[in-house]
């Protein structure tokens, strides 16, 4: 991944970034950056404009980032593997995509005396490739859950594919929080770069936006 960036690019990055900023600001919802893939002048060049939430996907860049710029918040936004569950219990802000009781276990294992809040992902549309809990497994999860004193759960997140109706999907997940009654939820994470306006509309306090914020500057590299 490239490390430098033009007058141009930065110029061009903090403009989307202020629009971005000006759309999410009347709902008084959260941009979480998503940095996996940008480089590490882009995320600079945004953390010295003021932004402060950042979602990564690769535990150790994660790791890496958050040493190098402690003043933000270094979220988990990918599928874990286990044996990288240190890097999460130790320098992770907010774990954003639990989804099963093992993999709880392995990071709660790692927090290192810290409360680590985490997001219980959910799998609003039912298919079988998508990541995330099924609907009707998330209560339980959720009461499980509540034997690990190292974890928090905060809220719920889910990721809908293009072509799934995402404001019904966005509604379906406020349900599913709101229906967790006990817990007080305060957080919705959904929606991205494709789909983030509808998500504000649903009710999310947090959007993720990568592509439509990084442009050219985000780079898929294989994981």
């Known amino acids: ?23 999410v600001a009347p709902y008084h919802a959260r941009l979480i950056a998503v ?5 590490d002048a882009a995320v600079a060049a945004l ?7 950042f979602g990564e996907s690769r535990p150790q860049q994660l790791r890496d980032r958050a040493l190098r710029w402690p003043q933000c918040n270094w979220h988990m936004i990918g599928p874990l593997q ?24 392995a990071v709660a294992r790692q927090t290192s005396g810290r409360i680590l809040s985490v997001l219980i992902q959910v799998n609003v549309v039912a298919q079988a490739q ?16 509540q034997q690990l004193n190292s974890l928090r ?5 889910a990721m809908v594919p293009r072509g799934n109706d995402a404001p019904k999907q966005f509604v379906h997940l406020r349900r599913l929080k709101e229906a967790l009654v006990e817990a007080s939820l305060a957080d919705l994470c959904m929606g991205m770069s494709h789909d983030y306006q509808d998500a504000l509309a649903a009710g999310a ?17 294989p994981v």
């Not at 690019?9 to 970034?17: F, G, K």
């Not at 940095?35 to 480089?39: G, I, L, R, T």
């Not at 959007?207 to 050219?216: A, H, K, M, Q």
Request: proline content about 2%; glycine content about 6%; aromatic content about 8%.
């Open 1 to 23: 991944m490239r490390s430098a960036i033009t007058e141009r690019q930065s110029e061009a990055l903090l403009a989307r970034w202020q629009q971005i900023c000006r759309e």
């Open 35 to 39: 940095s996996k893939y940008a480089p």
């Open 47 to 53: 953390i010295a404009a003021g932004q402060r939430d």
């Open 82 to 105: 286990r044996n990288k569950a240190k890097y999460i219990g130790r320098f992770a802000a907010s774990w954003m995509s639990l989804e099963s009781w093992s993999q709880a276990e």
């Open 130 to 145: 998508q990541h995330g809990v099924d609907a009707e497994d998330l209560s339980p999860l959720f009461q499980s859950l």
């Open 153 to 157: 759960v905060t809220g719920l997140m």
């Open 205 to 221: 306090t947090m959007v993720r936006i990568g592509s439509r914020l990084f442009g050219e500057l985000d780079v898929r590299h």
